[in-house]
DNA sequence: TTGAAAGCGCTAACAT
DNA sequence: ATGTTAGCGCTTTCAA
């Protein structure tokens, strides 16, 4: 048996024998309360576990305090990545240091329900939407950018004029790791990524492209090849490269990288001495692999961090910060 | 250059040129509305790009149409696991059929914000809450039960008295397991599991010890060897188990049997010739270990389907669903 | 079929 | 230091 009337401030008030008005500062700490009005309330709202409504608070103040991040992703990639698991313990972080709460939007399919997505990021829902950028997020990203929502986009998607976005310096990191390689001595260097559709995939290109010419050499396409950011796709574009015989590979994500590895132990080949190898991301399983990983970690937490930052600011204007990424050298080149 | 006026309700209905509760009714589809009016405020709402505010109408109806699911873990673990990969998806799809919006809230740590965490889930903020059982929820699970939260926990939680609880039958589950072990003539059959904190786990022993004691055995304490439900744990498990000599064992997570395989290969142990192995969950990584595991299947999907039928209810009386799990057998026993 | 009006529970400016 | 009042933007009777 609980209480019998409904709890509003209102409610409380009458009970402490106060205006709803004085137990609305007493909630949100105002400094002009009288201490034994303040202590007679608080004993009230403890004693009856009184929560103020969260609707009628966002509706007055046109905030809720919640930010959301979008996944538009497949629930078994989603949580197989620890590409994700790092991103969304950094926004977490974020989010706990700016008083906001964190909420992730799993969607299976954006095809799947337009009227619920967008609903969800209606005005008075969240304060804040954090999207990653990705091959099906960029219809949701120009949606929500025209329509003024206050948003961070993570990664770079197809149009990223207009938006406030934040991404690692992946040019450069591909540029590094190809450099690697070739100061190396490596002849033959190839590249795996993934499809274009995966713009981050195209910017790494960019930088093998960049270090193979800043070298005096020309770009064999034939030594460039791409397939899904899985470790199949990796172990896929691995068989179809070795018959142009690669001495060394700079794979764009360790997760791929993993996929190569496994289609070089298939043809018996060494690493590095037979093929050099050098991933993208950083992962703890890069380190854990035989030989563990070179590779170029990218700070994926302090991108999630940045990201709400960047929300919580007052600004809305359009702006880009990108991270440096390092070359961790281990026992593949 | 955009809208100068801050769009609202009334805003629409003044550019149409008809009242709020018009353009009000159009947009939740009642039916007594002029086809021409009708046409004419969506074509507004369509041009504006114009999105009710969310708060206002939760305010009002009393319901924001968003399920939370809250899981008090790791966000390493979560995003590692294939239980919350099975689980989320069932959610979401459950959320899908009854057209609410699902949305998730990983909380790193109960301690650090209690504040954020009981606001959370305060009135106003979601419809309902999915929370699963674990060794850090009981303390939340208790105080969203006493302050009458819409709740349905998943697994078990310490005190069970007045939740709406769905579960899967893990007694049973264990006793399938182990009778078929001892069915195959095993003789020194041990368990393998999860710390007792973790309250399936003493479910799963029960139905390991009522299957021993079934086959007019008696249980040998030594062969229960307990540890983090982690590839990690059933590695050490095993490890300790094994100075006892088994011909068997059940584990009673497939992620521990991942180390369980481990151990045994470093031993030197063929399974199932010296040691058989049955698992318990059904992840798809069972089916893809050397040899595959037998194991018990839980139907996890549609744990997360029915949680949500559950919570979309009307009736929020006290309710436990239990539902049944299946042993697979594979070549490992 | 439509509009006017009340009110959801809260915050904040204004009075006292 | 505290109460009164006016909305926040919406849904929903109630009249017309």
Redesign the interface.
């Known amino acids: 048996m609980?209480h019998t009337k409904k709890l509003t401030l209102e409610e409380i008030g009458a009970r402490v024998g106060v205006s709803r008005s004085t137990v609305s500062r007493v909630l949100n700490h105002h400094p002009d309360v009288a201490p034994d009005v303040r202590a007679r309330v608080e004993a009230v709202v403890e004693e009856t576990?009184f929560?103020?409504?969260?609707?009628?608070?966002?509706?007055v103040s046109q905030k809720?305090?919640l930010i959301?991040l979008v996944m538009l992703t497949e629930?078994?990639e989603?949580?197989?990545?620890?590409y994700?698991?790092a991103l969304?313990?950094g926004i977490?972080q974020g989010c706990?240091e700016h008083?906001l709460?964190?909420?992730?939007?799993?969607v299976?399919s954006a095809e799947?329900?337009p009227d619920?997505l967008?609903?969800?990021f209606?005005?008075?829902?969240v304060d804040g939407v954090i999207v990653t950028a990705g091959p099906f997020s960029d219809p949701l990203i120009e949606v929500l950018r025209?329509?003024?929502t206050n948003m961070v986009v993570i990664g770079h998607p197809r149009d990223t004029s207009g938006l406030r976005r934040i991404d690692v310096d992946n040019r450069t990191g591909s540029e590094l790791a190809a450099t690697h390689l070739i100061e190396r001595g490596r002849q033959r260097v190839g590249f795996i990524g993934p499809t274009s559709d995966y713009h981050y995939g195209a910017e790494r290109i960019d930088g093998y492209r960049g270090a193979l010419t800043a070298a005096g050499r020309t770009v064999d396409d034939r030594l460039i090849c791409l397939d899904y950011p899985s470790v199949d796709g990796g172990h896929r574009a691995a068989q179809q490269l070795l018959v142009h015989g690669p001495d060394a590979i700079h794979v764009a994500t360790d997760t791929m990288a993993v996929g190569v590895y496994e289609a070089l132990n298939e043809r018996g080949l060494r690493i590095p001495d037979d093929v050099a190898v050098v991933g993208f991301d950083g992962f703890t399983r890069a380190a854990e692999l035989a030989p563990p990983l070179t590779t170029v970690v990218q700070p994926v937490e302090e991108v999630g961090r940045r990201a709400v930052e960047l929300l919580a600011e007052a600004s809305t204007e359009p702006r880009e910060i990108i991270l440096p990424v390092n070359l961790h050298i281990r026992a593949s080149a």
């Open positions: 609980r576990g929560q103020p409504n969260q609707a009628a608070r966002a509706l809720t305090g959301g629930m078994h989603l949580f197989g990545d620890p994700y698991s969304v313990a977490d706990a008083g709460i964190f909420s992730m939007f799993p299976q799947g329900r619920l967008s609903r969800q209606a005005q008075g829902f025209d329509r003024g």
